[in-house]
Structures are given as structure tokens and as C-alpha cells.
């Protein structure tokens, strides 16, 4: 589920601010893209003389979380630039206008054609000995409170552009771009679009140090890098659950077509040993751009859930998300029913193969993968079971109150401010849920926030950032969805289970309805298992610093109650 709060997301491995040239098409550039039911997506370019002394490229798309997008027949002649981008069904044209200093072009994809003009980006004319000086590693300790996380700031200036990206150690995220950073004298400015933050702060007279704040989800602290890496360094990373090739099963890469929404989907299936026909089981992940692995600060929790369940004879299937990894498609715009018509695609796919029974497959959902698993049994009657892992049975509205209530509250937050806070997000759900239209609940939204300015800190970078999430299709929609109907007509064997350090979908909250839209399923079973947060893993106290310094992926509990439940119906 979404959440608010100091936490970063590794899942872009590189942004680079740099400065273009004028007239030709070396350099880094942006543009941004209108597009139906996803509003402006921006475009960043970054085109290079590869070794051939050709020119090359890749894309990234930063309000989709993709980075490192491969470009091929890159080309610029006569004051037009050209390129192609299979790995996603679309083409970029474009005219140099001296005028204007950028490329005037279109972007087609999928068959429509939408306008996309490109401008040069960079470190806002900062002259490239300011950042030579800065060039190097930073190390900082981030004091929220009750989380103390070690960032390290890379600035690389050994090449023709500069690069800046940061590591969050303790969250086990890194490559977090910094999507551009400003100067001004010993004044310097960072911003990371990726989490919505950004860091202000001063640069020291002897150049050692750069002292600052740190400005996240409305909230000030302040942050001193240095060069030294006392106590701030990277341990090294123990994930003792991975599994390791070769493994004792077959692999395979596959991919498919979701004929609704025009989107290829791309992931692994995993099949046991011999000729079958197998059980199986689709994997739908939780909110958030994730891959097939639904990776999280370095745990693959749908990569160890598979190999559980594979080596004890069941099939999987485990997917990308529309428009990432390999899956072509946009992420941006799409909605939980747009998530459930993908995995109803693959529902279709396992049920097409030889290798699978297609009487006994069923469905994983986590999450948010939780709420679309009910709505594609509840079509496809010939789903065989359904598994619900942190599965929400609250309406949006009020999971984002819970859930925004428990998350501060861990942080220390005092009941007075608690309350006051979740009155404010009541105000603000209801806005963005009665007005007659996207804009104008933005705008209901943010004069409630600018009103609470006082009483939490907000700053109105931190309000534009609030309100930009929450104007997001996926947003509105999650606000109104209520999945108390879709779980009260499953008709299917369901095994639901929830962590007691639960955070995210708190089993207090959620699993009294579940029991109530349950009780007439002859065959459900609802768990809380004792001591789990929202990825499963064994937990202090849920909170989502704890995800990447906790070793353990999945707990064994875990999987070991929902492959014998499984088991128990695929006989």
C-alpha cells in the first residue's frame, strides 16, 4: 500500500543531472508527455557517443519509476532527431528549432502519436568547476527521530556530465537519482523526485563538510554530510533466504498479451520436474511500480515464495508490472482494475499451458494484490483457490487514515498530533472524493493542508508533493474502492493472512470485516500470525525502516501455513 513518511524506494538505478550542448543531440534532455488518464508523464532522454563513435541512449520516465530504458537506431542528421524504444512500442521524432533552444517533435506508441518537446537539463547553469569540487562521496546520518538512517551522496564529475545519485544503507536502496541539483555560491540544492524530498544546506568554508535540512512528507530534519565515512559505510547485505541456481525445477521466461489494454506482460514461470500436469498458483503483487520478484529493499519476497512453492511440486507464475522490467505498457494512469485485468491475462496464460491442470489454479495476491485477486475469482469461476496476504477489507479512504495514524505514531508522534493529523486527512480524502473533478479536489486538498500549515510543518514544496500523489488515477480510485463486496461474494476456498506488526493493513482494523464478508465461504481460513509485519517477515515493531535492515525475507511460518493449505485443496 502506499505510504508517507521518511522511506525511500530503490527502485530507479540512475539519474543524471547534467547540462546539455545547444545544437546537437549529445547531452541530457526532458520533456513531458499528456497523456489520457495519466496526466503529464515526464520523458528524460540521455544520448551518448557509445564506442563506436555512434550515438546512443537510454530513457527514463521518472514518474513511472523506470530508469535505464535502452534506445537503438539513435539518430541525428539534418536537424532531426530520431530514435526507437522496442523494449516499450514506441518512437520519438523530433526537429531542432534554434529558437526555442529544444526538439520539437512527437512520441508514438502502441499506434497514437502525442507531442513531446525536448529541452536541455542540467545543474541549472552551474559551471562545471563548481561541482568538480564537490566530486566524491558524502556521508550523512538522517536523525527522524525514531529512525536514524546512513545516506551516502555520490557526485561524479570524472566524466563529461555530472552524476548524483544516493544510497539509503539502512533501507538497503541504492542508485536513488537525484533528478537535479542546484548552486549558487556555498548554497546547494538537491532534489529527488523519486521520494518526493529534497536537500538544502550550505557548503562548508574548507569544503569538508555541507551542512543542511533535509525536507520530506512535510517534515524538516536537519542533515551534515562530510567525506568521512565513519559510521556511515555499507554493511554488507545478508539475505540468507535467496535462493541459489541451480535450482531443483525448471525456469522459463515468458511472456503474454493482455488483448484489453494492448499490454505484453513479461515473467517467470517455474515449473517442478517431470511432465505434469501441475498445480498452480499466480503471483499478484502489492501497490507500487514492482518487478516479478515484488523486490523491496533487497528482499525478492515473490522469488522466495515461488522457489518454496515449486519445490514442493506446485507451478508459478510471477509477473511485471505494466510498464516495468520487461512488461511493456504505462504504469502511470493505471488503476487496481487495470492492475486485475493484467492478472487475469494471466490467470488465461497458465490455464493455456500444457504443463498446468487448469482446474487447480489459483491466485496469490498481496496487498494490494489482495484486493484484485477476490474480483478475478469472482469472474473466473474456474479459479481453484485464493490466498490473501495483508489483504485490505477497509475502504480507501479510510486505510490512508489508519495507516498515515500508525506510521507517526511509531515515529513518536504524541495522541494529540495523531488525532489532529488524521482529522486533516479526513478533511482532505473527502475533498478529493466529493469534488466535481480531479482539479478541483486538488485544489479543495491543498487549501485544507496550506490551513494546517502551522500545526504540522508543512512546507509547500511538501504540499505540492502530497497533492501531486494523491491526484494520480490510482490514487483517486483506491480513495472510493470498497473490497468488502468483492470478498463477501468469493466463493472460492480462500486462506487469508495478516501480520500482528502489521503497519500497513492492520489486522485490528481489517480482519473483523474479512471475518464478517467471509463467514458464508465454506472454506475460509483467517490468520493473524504472531509477530509479522506487512512483508512477512519477523518484526520488532512493523515499522517500514525495519524492512531492509531484517534479514530474513519471508518467515518459514509463513510459508510453510500456506503451502500445506494449498496442498491440502490441489490433491
Do not use: C
Request: charged letters at 20%.
Amino acid at each position: 500500500m502506499k505510504f508517507w513518511h521518511v522511506v525511500f524506494a530503490g527502485f530507479l538505478n540512475v539519474l543524471i543531472a547534467a547540462s546539455a550542448q545547444a545544437q546537437e543531440p549529445l547531452g541530457d534532455w526532458e520533456g513531458s508527455l499528456t497523456m489520457p488518464n495519466a496526466g503529464k508523464l515526464r520523458i528524460v532522454a540521455f544520448l551518448r557517443n557509445g564506442a563506436d563513435g555512434r550515438l546512443s541512449g537510454t530513457l527514463s520516465s521518472p514518474d513511472q519509476f523506470a530508469a535505464g530504458i535502452p534506445l537503438t537506431s539513435v539518430k541525428a542528421e539534418a536537424g532531426i532527431l530520431t530514435w526507437d524504444v522496442p523494449s516499450i512500442h514506441a518512437s520519438y521524432r523530433g526537429a531542432w528549432d534554434a529558437t526555442a533552444k529544444r526538439w520539437k517533435g512527437n512520441w508514438t506508441q502502441s499506434g497514437s502519436t502525442f507531442a513531446l518537446d525536448l529541452s536541455g537539463v542540467g545543474p541549472d547553469g552551474a559551471a562545471p568547476e563548481a561541482w568538480a569540487e564537490l566530486s566524491g562521496d558524502w556521508y550523512g546520518l538522517l536523525d527522524a527521530g525514531a529512525a536514524r538512517l546512513r545516506l551516502v551522496f555520490h557526485i561524479d564529475t570524472s566524466g563529461a556530465k555530472t552524476l548524483v545519485v544516493m544510497d539509503s544503507i539502512d533501507q538497503s536502496a541504492t542508485g536513488i537519482p537525484v533528478g537535479s541539483v542546484r548552486r549558487s555560491g556555498m548554497s546547494i540544492r538537491m532534489d529527488l523526485p523519486s521520494i518526493r524530498a529534497a536537500f538544502e544546506a550550505v557548503l562548508a568554508t574548507d569544503k569538508q563538510s555541507i551542512n543542511g535540512v533535509w525536507m520530506q512528507g512535510g517534515v524538516n530534519f536537519p542533515l551534515v554530510l562530510s567525506r568521512k565515512p565513519e559510521g556511515v559505510s555499507a554493511p554488507a547485505m545478508r539475505r540468507p533466504q535467496m535462493p541459489v541456481k541451480p535450482y531443483p525445477y525448471r525456469e522459463e521466461d515468458v511472456a503474454y498479451e493482455n488483448p484489453a489494454a494492448h499490454v505484453r506482460l513479461a515473467g517467470t514461470l517455474t515449473l517442478p520436474p517431470g511432465p505434469g500436469p501441475f498445480p498452480a498458483v499466480l503471483l499478484i503483487a502489492g501497490s507500487g511500480p514492482l518487478d516479478r520478484d515484488e523486490t523491496i529493499f533487497g528482499h525478492k519476497g515473490f522469488l522466495v515464495l515461488s522457489d518454496h512453492l515449486t519445490r514442493l511440486g506446485i507451478a508459478v507464475l510471477r509477473v511485471d508490472k505494466r510498464g516495468v522490467g520487461k512488461s511493456t505498457g504505462l504504469y502511470a494512469g493505471a488503476t487496481t482494475l487495470d492492475f486485475a485485468s493484467d492478472a487475469e491475462a494471466g490467470f488465461a496464460f497458465l490455464a493455456a499451458r500444457p504443463e498446468i491442470d487448469a482446474k487447480k489454479i489459483g491466485l496469490i495476491g498481496h496487498s494490494e494484490g489482495g484486493l484484485i485477486a477476490p474480483l478475478i475469482a469472482n469472474r473466473q469461476h474456474a479459479v481453484a483457490f485464493v490466498v490473501l496476504l495483508a489483504a485490505p477489507a477497509l475502504p480507501g479512504d479510510e486505510m490512508v487514515v489508519d495507516q498515515a495514524s500508525r506510521f507517526v505514531r511509531v515515529d513518536g508522534w504524541q495522541d494529540e498530533r495523531v488525532q489532529s493529523n488524521a482529522a486533516m486527512l479526513r478533511k482532505v480524502t473527502a475533498a478529493l472524493m466529493t469534488a466535481p473533478s480531479p482539479s478541483e479536489g486538488s485544489r479543495r486538498a491543498q487549501e485544507i493542508m496550506r490551513g494546517a500549515r502551522d500545526i504540522h510543518g508543512l512546507s509547500d514544496e511538501a504540499i505540492a508533493a502530497m497533492i501531486r500523489q494523491w491526484s494520480t488515477t490510482w490514487f483517486r480510485f483506491f480513495l472510493s474502492y470498497d473490497p468488502m463486496p468483492a470478498l463477501r461474494s468469493l466463493k472460492a476456498p480462500v486462506l487469508a493472512i495478516t501480520g500482528s506488526n502489521d503497519l500497513q493493513v492492520a489486522p485490528s482494523k481489517n480482519l473483523p470485516p474479512l471475518r464478517e464478508a467471509l463467514a458464508r465461504n465454506q472454506d475460509a481460513e483467517i490468520s493473524e500470525l504472531p509477530r509479522l509485519n506487512h512483508l512477512f517477515q519477523t518484526a520488532d515493531t512493523g515499522a517500514i525502516r525495519e524492512y531492509g535492515q531484517i534479514e530474513e525475507t519471508f518467515a518459514p511460518s509463513a510459508l510453510a501455513l500456506i503451502s500445506k493449505w494449498i496442498a491440502a485443496r490441489v490433491k
